[in-house]
T-cell receptor, first 116, second 113 residues
Framework: DSGVTQTPKHLITATGQRVTLRCSPR?????VYWYQQSLDQGLQFLIQ???????AKGNILERFSAQQFPDLHSELNLSSLELGDSALYFC???????????????FGSGTRLTVV | GQQLNQSPQSMFIQEGEDVSMNCTSS?????WLWYKQDPGEGPVLLIA?????ELTSNGRLTAQFGITRKDSFLNISASIPSDVGIYFC?????????????FGKGTKLSVKP
């Protein structure tokens, strides 16, 4: 157990629908990162939050949004889903932005999203 | 944006053989990381490198931070079946407000007993 909790583990939904993925960071970690992993694209950085504020954006579609709540958990919202959105979505956390190593840039086990 | 080229894409080796994989970047990083991902799990950090030229070991794993800061390699010696998985390199420029990792596309390692 990495200490980063992601729910649900699996999600199957239809095209056009909206889903919410949830991440609870490791205790004491303030920064949360979302990554998308698909077969042909590897791990793609989507967005980063630190202590409730957005800090960096990567290749995140406009149909996707995220937020980090006062209790530091984060949610990734995916709307108007398309078949191509099927992927593994990972959350990672760290103490501070960029403080990846000694304090643990730790990944959760991911949410597998299947859009049918 | 920054891109990492990781090679080889896949490797099929015999148990006991040594493995070498590498990563090159179009721009410099001040941190290089190597992760391993098992099926159904998230990536797990294996080795972190902080300085150009640094050579670091973790058991049978050895990684080096290239002098140009644009490349890194990972070696696994005397491979065993549990080494099977996907290995990712990742680069990061820490400092300031951002610390997101840029990942290579991975090297899939298969080990024949």
């Amino acid at each position: 157990d990495s200490g980063v909790t992601q729910t649900p583990k699996h999600l199957i939904t239809a095209t056009g629908q909206r889903v919410t993925l949830r991440c609870s960071p490791r205790s004491g970690d303030l920064s949360v990162y979302w990554y998308q992993q698909s077969l042909d694209q590897g791990l793609q950085f989507l967005i980063q939050y630190y202590n409730g504020e957005e800090r960096a954006k990567g290749n995140i579609l406009e149909r996707f949004s995220a937020q980090q709540f006062p209790d530091l958990h984060s949610e990734l919202n995916l709307s108007s889903l398309e078949l191509g959105d099927s992927a593994l979505y990972f959350c990672a956390s760290s103490r501070r932005p960029g403080q990846g190593i000694n304090y643990g840039y730790t990944f959760g086990s991911g949410t597998r999203l299947t859009v049918v | 944006g920054q891109q990492l080229n990781q090679s080889p894409q896949s490797m099929f080796i015999q148990e006991g053989e040594d493995v070498s994989m590498n990563c090159t970047s179009s721009s410099i990083f001040n941190t290089w990381l190597w992760y391993k991902q098992d099926p159904g799990e998230g990536p797990v950090l294996l080795i972190a490198l902080y300085k150009a030229g640094e050579l670091t070991s973790n058991g049978r794993l050895t990684a080096q931070f290239g002098i140009t800061r644009k490349d890194s390699f990972l070696n696994i010696s005397a491979s065993i079946p549990s080494d099977v998985g996907i290995y990712f390199c990742a680069g990061m420029n820490y400092g300031g407000s951002q610390g997101n990792l840029i990942f290579g596309k991975g090297t899939k390692l298969s080990v024949k007993p």
